[in-house]
């Protein structure tokens, strides 16, 4: 399975974006979507992942009470971006969870948990 994001764009502070990651196939032996981002010369970032298998939403400081995951009945994940920042400038990417959360020890941000990356796709906040 490939995943494919879009939705990003150009847009100003205060402003609201909808990113989608759509699966080319159906996922399965997975453990849920995470949504990372990773802006020039820093190391990449998670900030959200859906559980698959209860719905179960986790979010990085952050974007915590700005940026909502969410997935369709299909295997479409959203990512629900409100009062973007500058620091919000970043490429993001989406990838499926390849281990369960539990085995990280709650730590589900960690890039080497995570498979089948998509191209990703550029959000840049500016005034």
């Known amino acids: 399975v490939q995943y494919v994001e879009s939705g990003g764009g150009l847009v100003q502070p205060g402003d609201s974006l909808r990113l989608s990651c759509a699966a080319s196939?159906?996922?399965?032996?997975?453990?849920?979507i995470g949504w990372f981002r990773q802006a020039p010369g820093k190391q990449r970032e998670g900030i959200s992942f859906?559980?698959?298998?209860?719905?179960?939403t986790y979010y990085a400081d952050s974007v915590k009470g700005r940026f909502t995951i969410v997935r369709d009945n299909s295997v479409t994940v959203f990512l629900q971006m409100n009062s973007l920042k500058s620091e919000d400038t970043a490429n993001y990417y989406c990838?499926?969870?390849?281990?369960?959360?539990?085995?990280?020890?709650?730590?589900?941000?960690?890039?080497?948990?995570?498979?089948?990356w998509g191209q990703g796709t550029q959000v840049t906040v500016s005034s």
């Open positions: 990838a499926e969870r390849a281990v369960p959360p539990e085995f990280s020890g709650g730590h589900v941000f960690y890039p080497a948990d995570y498979r089948s």
């Open positions: 196939g159906v996922p399965s032996d997975y453990f849920g």
């Open positions: 859906i559980d698959s298998r209860n719905g179960r």
